[in-house]
């Protein structure tokens, strides 16, 4: 096919107007021959496998054991709260009894295919979506583990693993928390600055 002719068969064959922005997006149509910009042959392929990888999560996908928020669209025709929800601890063990403060679904009111993006419809609830993710983000991004948020950082006494002295168990207070990846970043340089400081103290 030339370009006129794919275009002309996407918009034939896709009825979804999103689906199909979404796939002229990934078409390459510079050369005379148009192509795809993703693998396509493979992505096929796994589709026809008894438990495709691209379609549910796996353990093999790699274990992340920190803070996580998930969040669904309430009406989404491909991915589903109650179906997702075991497959999504096996890869986020963290998210285990976290519904619905860190599991939670998003556009109750909205029916129709654009309900799977949560972050363009419904247009009104942009921004909120968009604030409680922010909220997220700034309180529980990076946080440690045992920490329920930032604001205990420096304040809760978290344990060292089996470290044992004279009978009693030793730990260190978590350092100030600016940013997570702080080895990259002048996040803590800036925060000294403002502090007048050169160490994190309590309060």
């Known amino acids: 096919m030339d370009s006129a002719t794919v275009l002309k068969a996407l918009g034939e064959g896709i009825p979804c107007s999103k689906w199909l922005s979404i796939f002229k997006q990934n078409l390459d149509l510079t050369s005379e021959q148009p192509k795809w910009l993703f693998n396509v042959e493979d992505m096929s392929a796994n589709s026809k496998k008894h438990q495709p990888d691209i379609a549910m999560w796996k353990q093999s996908y790699g274990l992340w054991p920190g803070q996580t928020l998930a969040c669904f669209a309430t009406e989404s025709r491909w991915i589903h ?12 063990p963290n998210l285990q009894n976290r519904f619905p403060t860190r599991m939670w679904t998003h556009g109750d009111r909205l029916e129709g295919p654009m309900t799977h993006w949560i972050h363009e419809e419904p247009k009104d609830e942009v921004w909120y979506l968009s604030q ?29 693993r089996g470290s044992v002295y004279n009978g009693l168990k030793h730990g260190e207070y978590s350092p100030e928390y600016v940013h997570h990846d702080y080895a990259n970043t002048d996040a803590y340089a800036k925060s000294r600055a403002e502090r007048g400081t050169t160490q994190a103290n309590h309060g």
Do not use: C, M, Q
């Not at 709260?81 to 986020?92: A, E, G, I, M, R």
């Open 81 to 92: 709260l109650s179906t997702n929800t075991l497959p999504f601890y096996n890869v986020f």
């Open 132 to 160: 409680r993710i922010w909220r997220w983000l700034k309180d529980h991004d990076g946080t440690h583990i045992l920490h329920s948020d930032k604001t205990e950082a420096g304040w809760k006494y978290i344990e060292d």
